[in-house]
């Protein structure tokens, strides 16, 4: 998931070891060519930490990891770059040789939708999800949600792996192919059928009668407290929508049918802080549990989910020095796992070793085990070398924002800089309505400055501990509502 930098996205090129001559690094561009695009060049290098070290007769800061960086601004054409490293009386050196091309970026390509010749009618597969565009980036297209299997659209074009399907008379959108079969009847609107809402113990439920399956979207909104679930195909035919016992965090639903074919179903909460909910089918019958507050927010009384990222035959991204952010993720989450454990709090990690479960399994961890929070930790990979990049926090949707932003201000206190608080994030942990959740993206492993803190075990326990601060200044403002 990580951006890599051209010169630091590569495989370390190592110099054949001789006797009495220091350590020599370089990065280089991973393609097999010298020839880059732009006049700006960061090069990085590993030396013996303690040795010095000089990037075209400049001297270098070499960081207690052993890198070392410059910026070359490069002249079109040919350039040669001398790097050489001294450590007592022992030296090395190697040319660096960069050809220079001017050339015009590509613009981002615009994808268009092929017709189908006709009207394809398919059946989702488990697992389907629907997107809002055609587009597509390293994290995939921008999800609109997941609606699960058995549920019949007609596919009136395609893009590349995408079915662009009909939501209704004028709503459009975007369906995987390898979650679709041909089949069924196509789309069409019915009726909905009876509605009722019930306290089943730990959440609250929404049943609503239907005909046949329907897709569905599902939005969240914080000010005030609302959950949205729109379902496309519908027309409201529910008269009523009986209440059989005390509900514990819906206070009302309301049915509104925003289009001739749309109808959406506005649950407003009783708090502030949704604890996330879950929409499914049961046969025709679509099911909304919304989870009620924990009864203790102590967090000895709380289940917490923690996810170190990639793992196994996933490094992630790599320092200049060698070091893996699997491992780095790891340690911090197992960091972060003692000191609340301490605390009292029943802990649930997704990966406590070198392994590298899949997305969907380390989801099933969490939503198996009945997480009440989650938090997957990565360290990111991008921009200037030479410069600290910070820290930042991702979160998908809008209810989520508020741990998003405990953690991000817990973070900063590191006195580090801000990469920024990012919603929308297409993440796929970021993903699950079940529980809030956020991820943190605590430093570069690129960045030169930032790699020396994480090589640190005791900043890596800082880290978590600031982590560990941001959930439970988090618990503390929801205590005060």
């Known amino acids: 998931m990580k951006k890599y930098l051209i010169a630091l996205t590569a495989i370390a090129i190592a110099v054949t070891a001789v006797a009495g001559k220091p350590r020599l690094d370089l990065y280089r561009d991973e393609q097999p060519t010298?020839?880059?695009?732009?006049?700006?060049?960061?090069?990085?290098?590993?030396?013996?930490?303690?040795?010095?070290?000089?990037?075209?007769?400049?001297?270098?800061?070499v960081y207690k990891t052993g890198s070392f960086g410059a910026e070359i601004k490069l002249n079109e054409g040919e350039n040669f770059i001398p790097v050489r490293v001294q450590d007592g009386k022992n030296k090395a050196q190697r040319d660096v040789r960069l050809v220079y091309v001017k050339r015009q970026r590509d613009s981002n390509p615009i994808l268009e939708d092929t017709p189908l010749p006709a009207p394809l009618n398919v059946v989702t597969l488990n697992g389907a999800y629907l997107q809002n565009g055609n587009g597509n980036d390293r994290l995939g297209g921008s999800k609109m949600g997941y609606i699960g299997g058995d549920i019949p659209l007609t596919a009136v074009a395609e893009c590349g792996d995408l079915y662009r399907v009909a939501l209704g008379s004028s709503r459009y959108a975007y369906l995987p192919k390898e979650y679709a079969t041909e089949g069924g009847d196509g789309s069409m609107t019915v009726n909905t059928s009876s509605a009722s809402i019930s306290n089943i113990g730990r959440a609250d439920r929404i049943s609503l009668s239907l005909p046949r399956r329907l897709p569905f979207s599902y939005t969240t909104e914080i000010d005030p407290s609302e959950i949205k679930i729109r379902l496309y195909g519908a027309t409201n035919n529910s008269n009523w929508i009986t209440q059989r016992n005390a509900l514990g965090m819906i206070d009302f639903v309301d049915f509104r049918q925003e289009d001739s074919d749309m109808l959406t179903i506005v649950i407003r909460l009783k708090e502030k802080y949704a604890w996330g909910y879950s929409v499914n089918y049961v046969g025709n019958n679509l099911v909304i549990d919304v989870r009620h507050?924990?009864?203790?927010?102590?967090?000895?009384?709380?289940?917490?989910?923690?996810?170190?990222?990639?793992?196994?035959?996933?490094?992630?991204?790599?320092?200049?020095?060698?070091?893996?952010?699997?491992?780095?993720?790891?340690?911090?989450?197992?960091k972060a796992k003692s000191m609340l454990e301490e605390m009292g709090a029943t802990v649930v990690l997704t990966r406590d070793s070198d392994t590298g479960p899949s997305m969907?399994?380390?989801?099933?961890?969490?939503?198996?085990?009945?997480?009440?929070?989650?938090?997957?930790?990565?360290?990111?990979?991008s921009g200037n070398p030479l410069e600290p990049m910070g820290t930042s926090v991702y979160y998908k949707h809008l209810s989520n924002r508020p741990l998003a932003t405990a953690l991000h201000d817990s973070m900063l206190d590191l006195g580090v800089a801000d990469y920024g608080l990012t919603g929308n994030f297409n993440f796929s942990l970021n993903g699950p309505t079940e529980y809030p959740n956020a991820l943190v993206e605590c430093l570069f492993m690129s960045s030169l400055p930032e790699e020396e803190l994480l090589a640190d075990d005791e900043y890596r326990a800082k880290i978590a501990k600031h982590i560990v601060t941001g959930l439970l200044n988090y618990l503390s403002v929801v205590k005060s509502q």
């Not at 990222?309 to 989450?333: M, Q, R």
């Open 34 to 61: 010298d020839t880059v695009y732009s006049s700006t060049y960061y090069l990085v290098a590993v030396t013996t930490p303690g040795a010095q070290a000089w990037i075209k007769n400049q001297p270098c800061k």
């Open 293 to 334: 507050r924990p009864a203790s927010l102590d967090v000895k009384d709380l289940v917490i989910g923690l996810d170190a990222g990639h793992g196994g035959e996933f490094p992630g991204a790599v320092s200049p020095s060698g070091l893996t952010e699997k491992e780095v993720n790891l340690d911090i989450v197992l």
């Open 360 to 381: 969907t399994e380390r989801k099933r961890t969490w939503r198996e085990a009945n997480v009440d929070i989650a938090i997957s930790v990565h360290n990111n990979a």
